[in-house]
Each structure stands twice: as C-alpha cells, then as structure tokens.
C-alpha cells in the first residue's frame, strides 16, 4: 500500500523522566544529572539524618557530617539503580505496599470485613408453669370416649388430585419441546 | 469504593459522588473481511466518535453469552412446526448440540459523566449526593432525582447523543442493562451469565420499581485472595504473585478470580493503521476476555499548550542532561521525546477536528480459580508482547482497575498513571467496536461463524430474503472435496423440511441428488432418469398443450434443427395450434407422431419432420419425452424433483460457435445440449409454479447448464426474475466464470468460496467475492481453509470452512455444519463427488 499510515502512543511526548543535572548558576552538580525520585530520597534521607544527628552522633561534627553526605549519597545512588519505568514510580510502591497490607478479610462496600471472633451468646428466658391439670384430664376423657377413627384408610385424594393442565406455549421454542415431548 | 448509582432513571445514572452518567449501548461495526475501503470507513467512523467526545468517557466491551434457545427461537420464526415436523426435530437437536457449546457475542457500552448542563444543575445534584450520604447515616428512606433535574439531565444527554456517529446505532441503556454489566464483571470467568437484557426502548416512566438502585448488587472484593491464606502466614505479605481479584457476588456459589491489566505501552515505531486492529485483537481469542476503556479526550488547543510546556521543559532537560553519554545515557532518550513531540504536533495538526485521546485500556479475564485466571492474563500477555504491546497488571491496583471497568466510577489516579497519549484518530485504529456478524436475524442454520475465536451459528433465511424484496439466490465455488455438494444439499434439505420445493439437477454417474432426494422422508421426490426414465418428460403432458407446444417448438428447433421460421418450422406451429391440437386430439408427443404419420402419407413436409422425429424418437433418449406408457410428471404433487442426466452429453462452446464443428455433432451431444435446455426451462416452470411457496433450483456443476446460450439464460432469468416468484436458484461449481458473463455472476447476491487450490482459480474466486484480489485474501482460500493434513485428509474440525459474504455485503469467515438429525446428516454426507462423468 503506498499511503500507509502509522499510528503510535505519543506518550513519551509528555512523560519523560526529568534531571537535575545542574545548579543555578549552570554549573554541573557532580555525579549528576538526577532524576527528580534521586533527588527526592536524598534529600530526605539527608533532612532524616540530619535532624536525627543527636541520635546517633559520633561526636565529631565533621564526621556526622561526611556520614549524613555519605549516606544520603548512598540513597541517592541506590535509588538510581531503580530501573525507569513508564509509571509513576513512587505510585507504583504506593501501590505495591498497599497490596501487602489489604484486608484480611476483603471489602464489602466499600468497608474491610473484620469478622467477629466466635463468641457465646448468653441469654436467659423463664419458662410459665403450666396453669392448671384437671382441664387436662377432662379432656382426655372426652377423647377417649370417640370411636375409633382409624379406617380412614380409603384414599379420598381423587376428587383435589392435581388436574394436569398442559400449559400454554407461549414461544416458539417452547411449542418445539411441548411437541417433542408428546411424541416422546 | 461502593457500587456508585444512588438512582437511576432510564439511562442515567446518578451516582453518589454526584455526577450524573449517561449510557448507550453500542453497535459493532461490521468488520472482519473486507476491502480496505471498508476498512477505512469502519476507522474513520471511529475516528468520528472519538472526535465527537470531550472530557471524560468508558467504552465498556463485554462477552456476553446467547442463549440456546434464543438462537432456535429464531429458527423457527415463520415455520409452523405442526405441519414440518422434519424441521422441528432438526431444530429440537440443534438445541441440544447448542447446549455444548460457548456462544457468545460482545457487547459495547459507552458511558459518559455529564459534565454539561449549567452549574445550577450540576450543584444541585453535588448538594443531593451530599445530602444523601447524610441520609444514608440516618438510615433514611432515599429520595429520587426531582422531575426538572431529570429533565436538564436528559437533555443533556440527548446533546451527548446526537454526536455520536449514526452508524453505531446508540441506544440508550436500560437500568436492566446496568445491572447485567455490574453482575457480569461479578461473575468474570464463572460462565454464570444470563443474556443481555434486551431493551425495546422502555422509557422512564415504566420503571419505577429499579428507579432505586438497591437491584445492584454489591460485591465482596478481595484484592490479591487475602482471604483464601491464613493470617497468620508470612505469605499474605507477598503479593507479588498475586496480582488478581477475588471477587465474590450475591447471586454466585462461588468467587471469580479476576485479572485486570492495562496497556502500557505500544511499539515505538508505531503500527499500521488500518491493519493493526490491536484493541479487536482480543476477539481472535477463544477465551473471553472483557476490556474497558477510560478516555479522556482533550481539544487540540489545549493539547497544544500542553506540549508547547513540554517543549519548554524538554529544552531544560536537555540542559540539565548534557554531558551524559552520547549514545547510552539518558541524554539520547531527550533525543526521542523530541522526534515523539515533533511527530505528535504533526499529527495533531492533520486535521482542525483532531483531539488528544488519553486513554486507559483495561482488559480483564477470569476464572473460577486464581491460576486459571492468571494463565489466560499471561495468554493475553504474551500474544500482545509478540506485537509489542505491553501489558501490565499493576501491584495493588486490581481493585481500582476493576471499579475503573465501570459506569459512575471517577478516574481514578492509578488509570491515570496507566493511560496512553495519542490522537483520535490513531487511537480508533485499534477499532475497538467491532462486529463480525452475518448471515440473517433468522432462517436455517448454515454454519458457525468462525470469522474470530467465538463461534456463532450462521442463520440464512433465503426466503425471508426475497420477501424482502430482495434475491435469494446463492452461488458456492469450491474445489472438489471441499464441501461444495454438502453445502449445497444440506441448504436443499433444510428448504424441503421447511416447506418449500426443491429441483435439482444431477449428472453424477452416482446419482448423488437423486439417492439424497430419495433418502429424505416424508416428501413426494420424483427421480427423472434421462436414460431410463420413470416418469415422461413430454411437455405436451406434462405443462398441457398451451405451455408445452411453445416447449416443444423450442426443443426441436434446439434437437432437430428445425427453425421456426422455414417451411417444416411453419408446419410444426400450424399443428401444435391449440385448436387444431384440440380437434385432433394431440395430447401427447405420441400423438403427434401418429398424427404426422397419417398426415404423411399426402404431405411432404409432414412426413420430413415425421422423419427427423423419429431420429430421436427411436433412440433410447427419446423415451423420456415419447414413451406414452409413462406416466407424465406430476408438478402440483411433488416437493422434491431430481433429473439425473449421466448419459447426456454436451458439445463446448466451440462446437456450438464453429458451424464446420456444429455439423459434425454426434447425435448424443446435439440431443444432450437441447435436453439440458429443456430441462433448465422445465425448471423454472416448476421452481416459479407457486408464488407462495419457495421453491430453490440446486445446479451443481454449473459449467452443464451454462455452456449452451439458452442455459445461462435461463440462469439469468432465475437470477432475476426469481424474487418475483418465490423462487431461487443455487449454483455450484469450480469456477465462478460458469455462473455465467459478469452481470449473471454480479446478480448471485449471496456467495461461498471454500478451499480452491489452484491459483488460478482461487484468484476469481476471491474476485466474484468481491474482496481485493490481495495474497492474503488468496493464499486463504488456497491454503488456510480446511486445509489437508499430512494423511491426505482435512481434521473434522476443519471441515466445510469458507469465505461468505452474505445478502447485506458483510464478509466473514464461516465453517458448515451438518444436520443435526444423523440420518440426514448421512444422506447429506453420502457424496462419492470423484466419480463425477467426464464428458
């Protein structure tokens, strides 16, 4: 085909991994350039350091200090080991730290399940005593005084059996199975 | 994350963050074989839906199931099944081979937050959606969208519609639809799913009672199966190998495991467009696999802007990077961004319409157990890896990327992050609305449509075609072995069982039609042996004296040599005169023997003609037309007529245009030709009888019927004239150049191709297609359909494949089934098609 067009994702156009690879005054920082993500974990790897210094403070300033550089150079740099990839980085360890930490139980409606631990349900209800006797056992006379219903063995069931109407086809596949059904 | 809809009314969805969603269903455009002006036009339809849109959008394609029945249903519309039971019992089966298999078509859903209307309306609705969260504390009844806000909403949404192309038919959603979309993607992978919902439009005021969105139902989600391990085990903290979603829904036994993954990145040099069909790709698959996509389209003045700052910051980079590697470090990425942005401007100013298309594309597949879920993620994977697409199922965002699946869902950051930068247009070269439909919306079932992974049953309705005005007629061009004959007796069988008339001719030594025709119960088949014949073929008996002198004369002329207008023509015309016939009692062409004998004896020219008859007459094919002990062919009682011809020989078509070579014809060939002339006409007597009846003509091995003049006409006026009188004519052959010159080939509306071996041919049988004669479209029809294996014999699996391009002009890929009842199936089978007479 000679007016072969090609279509592409342009995203790159747009997303692409900014540095730091120079001061103000245009001169290089070295080591450089440095992705934004480099220079966000250095930085706070150094204000961390820096202002936990009392913590763990060798005692010489100037040591502290080549430590806190060093350590927050360390970061950096093992940061830029990170592959780039298209996404977000910092989303994508958001995301994966989310996925290690989701409910145990799932979410119903929006809500994680926290099941309730089994526990006993205690109650209690007073049962009436009984009113009185004698009614009772008049009336167990009464009864014992009818005859014997016991030869209501005939089945009267003819006169409610169900009556089997065929139902009304009302589609014409329904028409195809009732026939079949009767050729059957 | 809750299911969003607070109310619903018709097609809008009111959702609890406030923002009313409009829904259409979509249709699929048709798409699958074509000519790339097809093509084109199905991209740019495309391209003109996704220019229409601003701000943000879902384009919702799922796989939804079809019903059996609903299939049969359409089988057997128009059939009263008491009088056809043959076809009810074919129909019967089919549900139960139905049964057995996955069908399934895809269906599409656009669905747009209205981010117009005035600011009035929409904070009204911020203030009710507030309002009812309130209420829902207080466990309060709901309340529903007041009439004027409905009102401004729907015609809000009324302006969204009128943008979207016509050619994709958008209908609004029903709340029904809703509710299967929500239940579907609760029940990914389960095969759980009833059919979609169809709407006939039902507007507000009928369905109050799912106004309330409590039929929605709500999902217990668990990212990653946390709750299939222990608490206690170390592994819940690992979730790297369990990026999926267990979803569990209130209408299922058991959960759906879920894997959604997002495109995030296409090849860098891009793909070619039309051709790389890379959102469709997913149809080609034999698994379901459901997509959606988040857009957020931009006007090209904006996106200018954009990229004017990103231009800016471009050259800081380059800046800030200088001095890095010139070849390896990051310095020589700037390098492409910057080809990216030029490109990027270029295409964005192609055209004033253009817009920028950020797009999410999600695509999800399930499955009743995690493994089986994450496999077919990796199937999908891997195969858009192998063009360069890559997909990515993000860590820890399963669970947005399957709310961001659905309507009334805000974008969320993660889809954000996911999506892909490109322009409208390039962006629909992944022609994500797609059908691949064809056939008719009811009829026989021809095959399965195999044009992508899911196969769908093929109807044809060849009667309801012509009672639409338009033709029934259909034309099959296959090698030999390739399913031609089955094709066309299968279609025969189903036109009988359903109450139509079939005739056929067949010049196979093995009689294949008439051992077909006689194998079929319950139907009157009359067999026309030429050379042994049955029943009398005399056209004074069999059409009566009106219609059959004019045959006669004709049959002659052709047989005889007599033309109608010398002297021995003037004679014949004279005594086939209704009233001299009448008087002399010539009812037969026995009698006009014995009638030419005494009249004879004084004239001259009736004692020639007496004597040129009884050339043929004598011979033993004469006795099909002077045999008077045979009984004539009844017409009004048959449904079936089959005349089997081996025996009868033709002259080619130089023996008929060289006059040297026409005199020295043997008697068989000078008779053959006249007989098929005939019988061709007696034919279309039969076939155009009755109106009301449809009645189809089976003329296998064309070349028979189309190497006389009057042959092919007698095709044509089938062709043509056919759809007059309920009556079609199926053709079959190697070479679509024996249906006739071009115009008779043009009016075949309906046309199969299968495997065609020969170059050669397979070229014109693309061509009579109507496909670009390309060596793709040919190389398939040589090799790709129901191709040979290594024992000389296509797998049963692939047997009876081809090309079709059914009556609206859609083409596709199908493959034939057989009958369903297995003594049909054998007569259709029973084809010895080698032992086919040379002539």
């Known amino acids: 085909m000679a007016n072969e067009e090609i279509a592409r994702f342009y995203t790159r156009s747009r997303r692409f991994p900014k540095m730091i690879g120079r001061m103000t005054d245009g001169s290089r920082i070295p080591g450089g350039p440095y992705t934004l993500t480099q220079v966000g974990f250095g930085g ?109 063995r005939s089945p009267q069931r003819p006169a409610t059996a169900p009556v089997v109407t065929p139902r009304t086809a009302v589609s014409a596949v329904e028409r195809l199975l009732q026939q079949t059904k009767n050729t059957n | 994350m809750r299911i969003p809809a607070a109310s619903f009314a018709g097609h809008l969805m009111w959702t609890r963050t406030g923002t009313i969603w409009a829904t259409w269903r979509l249709q699929g455009l048709p798409h699958g074989y074509g000519t790339d002006e097809l093509r084109q036009l199905v991209l740019g339809q495309h391209q003109a839906l996704f220019q229409s849109l601003r701000g943000e959008a879902l384009l919702i394609g799922l796989c939804a ?24 019992e074919e129909c019967a089966l089919t549900l139960d081979s139905l049964e057995e298999i996955a069908l399934g078509e895809r269906a599409y859903w656009l669905s747009i937050p209205l981010s117009a209307g005035s600011w009035r309306t929409r904070s009204r609705a911020a203030w009710r959606a507030g309002l009812e969260q309130f209420r829902e504390q207080l466990a309060l009844p709901r309340t529903t969208p007041p009439e004027s806000e409905i009102a401004a909403a729907l015609a809000a949404a009324q302006e969204i519609e009128n943008r979207i192309p016509a050619d994709f038919f958008a209908r609004p959603a ?39 969105p409590t039929a929605m139902p709500n999902p217990w989600l668990d990212e990653g199966g946390q709750s299939d391990l222990s608490p206690t085990e170390l592994k819940r903290f690992l979730p790297f190998n369990r990026r999926y979603l267990k979803v569990q829904s209130p209408h299922a036994d058991a959960p759906s495991y879920q894997v959604m993954q997002a495109v ?49 910051q471009l050259l800081d980079q380059v800046d800030q990077q200088s001095g890095t590697l010139a070849i390896t470090g990051s310095g020589s990425d700037l390098e492409q961004v910057a080809e990216t942005l030029a490109a990027y401007h270029a295409s964005l100013n192609a055209s004033d319409k253009e817009v920028e298309v950020q797009a999410t594309v999600i695509y999800a597949v399930g499955g009743p157990d995690p493994d089986t879920a ?57 022609l994500p609305i797609v059908s691949t439909a064809l056939g008719d919306d009811r009829g026989i079932r021809l095959g399965d449509n195999i044009t992508t992974g899911r196969h769908t049953p093929i109807l044809v309705d060849l009667f309801g075609n012509i009672q639409a005005d338009s033709s029934g007629s259909f034309g099959v061009v296959a ?68 219609k059959g002198a004019r045959m006669v004369q004709s049959l002659f002329s052709l047989m005889l040599g007599i033309q109608t207008m010398d002297t021995r023509g003037v004679q014949l015309s004279g005594l086939l005169e209704a009233e001299y016939m009448e008087t002399h009692r010539i009812t037969s062409l026995g009698a006009l023997i014995e009638h030419l004998r005494e009249l004879g004896e004084q004239n001259p020219v009736a004692a020639e003609l007496l004597g040129l008859i009884r050339v043929v007459a004598t011979k033993d094919f004469g006795a ?70 449809f009645a189809l003509a089976i003329f296998d091995e064309t070349h028979h019927i189309s190497a006389s003049r009057d042959g092919q006409a007698e095709l044509q006026t089938f062709f043509r004239d056919g759809r007059k009188h309920a009556a079609a004519a199926a053709v079959g052959s190697h070479d679509p150049h024996d249906f006739g010159d071009e115009v008779t080939r043009g009016l075949i509306p309906i046309r199969f191709v299968m495997r065609q071996r020969d170059e050669t041919l397979a070229k014109r049988a693309v061509d009579w297609l109507g496909l670009p004669v390309s060596r793709e479209y040919v190389r398939e029809v040589m090799t790709d359909l129901s191709p040979i294996g290594s024992d000389r014999k296509v797998p049963v699996e692939r047997r009876g494949e081809g090309i079709m391009r059914d009556v609206r002009g859609r083409y596709g890929k199908f493959r034939k089934t057989l009958p369903a009842r297995p003594d049909r199936r054998q007569a259709v089978l029973s084809t010895p098609s080698a032992s086919v007479e040379i002539s």
Not at chain 2, 181 to 199: C, F, K, N, T
């Open chain 2, 624 to 693: 099909v037309l002077f045999d008077e002990s045979l009984p004539p062919l009844d017409l009004k009682a048959v449904d079936a007529v089959v005349f089997t011809t081996h025996g009868l020989s033709l002259p080619d078509r130089a023996e008929v245009e060289n006059e040297h070579l026409f005199k020295q014809m043997p008697i068989e060939k000078i008779v053959g030709r006249a007989m098929y002339a005939m019988l061709a006409q007696l034919t279309r007597e039969v076939c155009f009888m009755d109106r009301h009846r």
């Open chain 2, 374 to 430: 994450l496999a077919r993620a990796r199937y999908i994977a891997a195969d858009y890896k192998a063009s360069d697409f890559l997909l990515e199922a993000p860590l820890g965002g399963q669970e947005e990327l399957w709310w961001a699946m659905q309507p009334g869902v805000p974008t969320s950051r993660i889809v954000r992050d996911l999506s892909q930068i490109t322009t409208g247009r390039e962006f629909a070269s992944g």
């Open chain 2, 174 to 212: 029903t709340v029904a639809e809703y509710v299967w979309m929500a239940l579907h993607s609760q029940h990914r992978g389960l095969d759980v799913d009833g059919p979609i919902p169809e709407a006939d439009n039902v507007g507000i005021a009928e369905v109050p009672a799912t106004q309330l």
């Open chain 2, 65 to 88: 199931t079809s019903d059996p029945v609903d299939i049969v249903d359409k089988m057997l519309a128009g059939v009263d099944i008491r009088q056809h039971p043959e076809w009810a």
């Open chain 1, 44 to 152: 706070v790897a150094l204000m961390g350091l820096l202002a936990t210094r009392t913590l763990w403070s060798t005692g010489a300033t100037l040591l502290d200090l080549a430590i806190t550089v060093g350590v927050a150079w360390g970061v950096t740099w093992l940061v830029g080991l990170i592959p780039m990839t298209r996404r977000n980085l910092v989303l994508a360890f958001v995301g994966a730290v989310a996925a290690m930490f989701k409910p145990h139980g799932g979410r119903y409606q929006g809500r994680p399940i926290r099941l309730a631990r089994p526990h006993q349900a205690i109650g209690s209800s007073r049962v009436p005593p009984p009113v009185t006797a004698p009614q009772n056992a008049e009336l167990e006379d009464v009864v014992t005084e009818q005859p014997p219903a016991l030869p209501a």
């Open chain 2, 264 to 312: 995030v990145g296409g090849p860098k040099g891009g793909w070619v467009m039309p051709g790389v069909e890379w959102i469709s790709r997913v149809e080609q698959y034999e698994l379901d696999v459901d997509w959606a996509i988040r857009l957020t389209v931009t006007s090209a003045e904006a996106v200018k802007r954009r990229n004017k700052r990103a231009e800016e």
């Open chain 2, 479 to 546: 090698e030999l072995g390739a399913g031609k004959s089955v094709l066309l007796k299968s279609v025969a069988g189903d036109v009988l069982d359903r109450g139509g008339l079939i005739v056929a001719l067949d010049r196979t030594v093995a009689r294949e039609y008439a051992t077909f025709a006689e194998s079929l119960p319950g139907t009157s088949t009359r067999v026309i042996d030429m050379l042994e014949p049955q029943w009398s073929l005399d056209p004074l008996r069999v059409l009566g004296p009106r």
